[in-house]
């Protein structure tokens, strides 16, 4: 494909020279005159491990130049790949001011182009920014189309990143052109992720927060390790042994509040037993304080939903157990009837004809005011309720008398409960 890389910047050069060596023809362009003049030299204009060979061979073999003008560079092009900075603002906001202008740089071009476009945001952008700037700027392009390709290369790294890629994102409503830029990476043999626009901008936030937890994880793991004399690098490799549920997909998908009788009570002892050793640790301490505050996500949620009688599926903390102990549910319906919402709990394992021992204890005497509001049978809670609430997963049996019904629900399993609460 013809290709136009605006903004030769360490994510934009590093594209434009890795695209050229995978066979494109590909136009930098960018305002500073001495990037350019480095390109056309076969040199690499910043410092970047192996990027100026790749320069230098494909400046040499003609598939790579670069120009000062985006009206050269958009000459005759399939795909331009926005690759200009976003810096922070002094509040923490994205600037977007080279966004903007190269954006309408591109605008002011459409009416010359000889061929359909597809305009490929790769600087990282806030969810909503191509439909709320860029989409906007280009309204009388009916020529150009926009998607979003989010980068994710390693400055240090970069080149051995953009060949051996960790994941490829593209989104966008207009499936031939997210397919079009898909088809740039086609020769790196990775399958690429389509998405929605929105999500394509999300994931590039989503990956770097998700980095920046994990070190600050184990950093704070290793500082509590080394202050008790424990080896930190032992624990977590240890830790990363555990491909199941450590290092995997498990635990990594949006829902309800995590209880039991386990997560609270350790994360608890941890961050007491830090605080008396004077170790810091926010983000160990603030994984109870963020749960209480999906917890109460969720309670709004359902407080929103005009008064009606309630039926709530599932009491234990999650499924397939009748484990009650600091079960965000009980949590919730205690909020629920504090308001006087009128409730009834169903929890397939909680059955006051069946439970015995210290959970029946535990509901009689501790919880008597939710005992009171359990029914025996799904049935029960189907034909009593004008409104469900999902607050445990269900088998797929249940799920489907759950949709058979007919009745408004609200999953805070199997979505945020700010999404569940659209869901309605
Ligand atoms: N650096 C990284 O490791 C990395 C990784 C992934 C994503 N990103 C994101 O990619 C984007 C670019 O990052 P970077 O580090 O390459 O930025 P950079 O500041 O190194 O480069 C941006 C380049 O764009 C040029 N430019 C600005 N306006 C222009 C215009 N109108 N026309 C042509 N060129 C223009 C600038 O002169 C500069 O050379 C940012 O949104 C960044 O957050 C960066």
Not at 232 to 254: G, I, Q
Not at 309 to 322: C, S, V
Not at 381 to 388: H, I, M, N, T
Request: glycine residues 8%; proline residues 5%.
């Amino acid at each position: 494909m013809n290709v136009a890389v605006l903004g030769l910047g360490y994510v934009g050069c590093v594209s434009a020279a890795c695209l050229a060596d995978l066979g494109h023809r590909v136009t930098g362009a960018d305002r500073d005159e001495h990037k350019i003049r480095s390109v056309l030299d076969g040199r690499a204009p910043f410092y970047e491990p192996g990027l100026e060979d790749v320069v230098r061979r494909n400046v040499a073999s003609g598939r790579l130049t670069a120009t000062t003008s985006t009206a050269e560079a958009l000459r005759d092009c399939d795909v331009a790949l926005v690759c200009v900075g976003t810096p922070s603002e002094k509040n923490g906001n994205l600037g977007l001011d080279q966004l903007r202008r190269a954006v309408s740089d591109i605008a002011a071009v459409a009416p010359q182009l000889t061929r359909p476009l597809v305009v490929a945001i790769r600087s990282t952008v806030f969810p909503g920014t191509c439909e709320e700037v860029v989409l906007p700027a280009l309204r009388d392009a009916s020529n150009i189309t926009v998607v979003s390709n989010p980068e994710f290369l390693r400055e240090g790294i970069a080149v051995k990143d953009f060949v051996e890629p960790s994941l490829v994102v593209v989104g966008g409503q207009d499936r031939a052109a997210v397919e079009k830029v898909a088809g740039l990476y086609t020769p790196l043999g990775i399958k690429p992720c389509l998405v929605s626009l929105r999500t394509a901008e999300m994931i590039k936030y989503a990956c770097n927060a998700f980095h920046a937890v994990k070190i600050s994880f184990a950093n704070e793991i290793g500082a509590l390790a080394a202050r008790l004399d424990v080896n930190a690098a032992e624990v977590m490799s240890t830790l990363c042994e555990d491909v199941k549920l450590n290092v995997s997909k498990a635990y990594l998908k949006p829902g309800f509040a995590f209880g039991g009788s386990c997560l609270p009570k350790d994360l608890r002892a941890l961050v007491y037993r830090a605080q008396r050793l004077d170790i810091d640790l926010p983000l160990l301490e603030s994984a109870l304080p963020s749960n209480q505050a999906h917890l109460r996500r969720a309670i709004d949620a359902i407080l929103d939903v005009p008064p009606c009688r309630i039926g709530i599926i599932g009491l234990a903390f999650k499924e397939n157990t009748d484990d009650l102990r600091e079960s965000p549910v009980v949590t919730l319906l205690e909020h629920l009837i504090g308001k006087g919402r009128d409730i009834r709990v169903f929890d397939p394992h909680i059955r006051l004809d069946e439970i015995y021992g210290t959970n029946r204890s535990f509901v009689v005497n501790m919880i008597p005011h939710i005992g009171k509001l359990l029914q025996n049978s799904i049935d029960g809670v189907l034909g009593w309720a004008e409104y469900l609430v999902i607050a445990q997963l269900q088998t797929p049996e249940t799920m489907e008398r759950i949709r058979a019904s007919g009745l408004p629900v609200m999953d805070l399993v199997t979505a945020s409960p700010a999404a569940a609460a659209s869901l309605v």
